[in-house]
């Protein structure tokens, strides 16, 4: 994962400076983007958010060829919703991407996952099974937009239990193989000289070195992602990888 958030420390001037088109009235009056009769701003959902105990981490914006700005996103984290070590100190964080188009022509998209706070770049582990949120641009979801940040709260459990029960599980050899031989697949051809298992076991830092599902998992996924660039893509790897974990489990 090549790409970072610009980091703002939960301040809404700052993530309005860094990221311009937060501010709708950038959008509709500097940009001068036609917005669907019911579009919901992205700070509207940030705000309340916010108001739920969420930190806003970081901010950042996609172009189109004409440089117009076409995308948006907010990086929160919460700090109720943490994986704790074995000396109880908080090893990963329960973060969500939020993802809206300057236009709303896509829906809004709230991303669960876990930051991992030992990792230098900062991966984040997405989470296939709670699904994302995509919320469409119209009346009744502007309505009841209190509802789906509502629902946030126990998806962030629940994500919570998961990692625990990775961290719980040890994986054999074989396992450890068969599991980053179906990662690469995510992504390379097996005739592709990038498809290495091998690779994507390697070991970066001594917190790498357990054999548990939570861990390897880790491994894996900071070996096949950190070159990726576009945020887009990220997700969808991280939610294939990370299906592929809970199939793990599943057959335990």
């Known amino acids: 994962m090549n790409y970072k958030f610009i980091p703002v420390n939960n301040n809404l001037d700052k993530a309005r400076a860094f990221a311009n088109s937060l501010d709708n009235n950038f959008i509709t009056n500097i940009q001068k983007i036609k917005q669907k009769e019911f579009y919901i701003p992205t700070l509207d959902v940030v705000q309340k958010l916010q108001n739920e105990g969420w930190k806003i981490q970081g901010v950042d914006e996609a172009r189109a060829k004409n440089r117009k700005i076409v995308n948006n996103y907010v990086q929160m984290h919460h700090p109720d919703f943490a994986v704790k070590n074995n000396k109880g100190q908080d090893e990963a964080i329960v973060s969500l991407t939020i993802s809206n188009s300057c236009s709303g022509n896509k829906p809004l998209q709230l991303d669960l996952g876990a930051y991992r706070e030992v990792c230098s770049n ?54 450890i193989k068969m599991l980053a031989y179906n990662a690469a697949k995510l992504r390379f051809d097996e005739e592709d000289n990038k498809f290495d298992i091998d690779a994507l076991l390697k070991v970066n830092r001594i917190e790498d070195e357990s054999n548990d599902v939570w861990t390897v998992f880790n491994r894996i996924q900071e070996n096949l992602t950190h070159d990726v660039i576009s945020k887009e893509e990220d997700i969808k790897l991280n939610k294939q990888l990370y299906k592929l974990v809970n199939r793990e489990l599943a057959y335990a």
């Open 122 to 175: 900062g991966l984040i582990a997405f989470d296939a099974a709670t699904e994302s949120s995509k919320i469409q641009h119209t009346k009744v979801n502007a309505r009841d937009l209190d509802s789906f940040i509502f629902n946030l709260s126990n998806k962030s459990d629940k994500m919570v239990k998961e990692i625990n029960a990775m961290k719980d599980k040890n994986m054999s050899f074989d396992e």
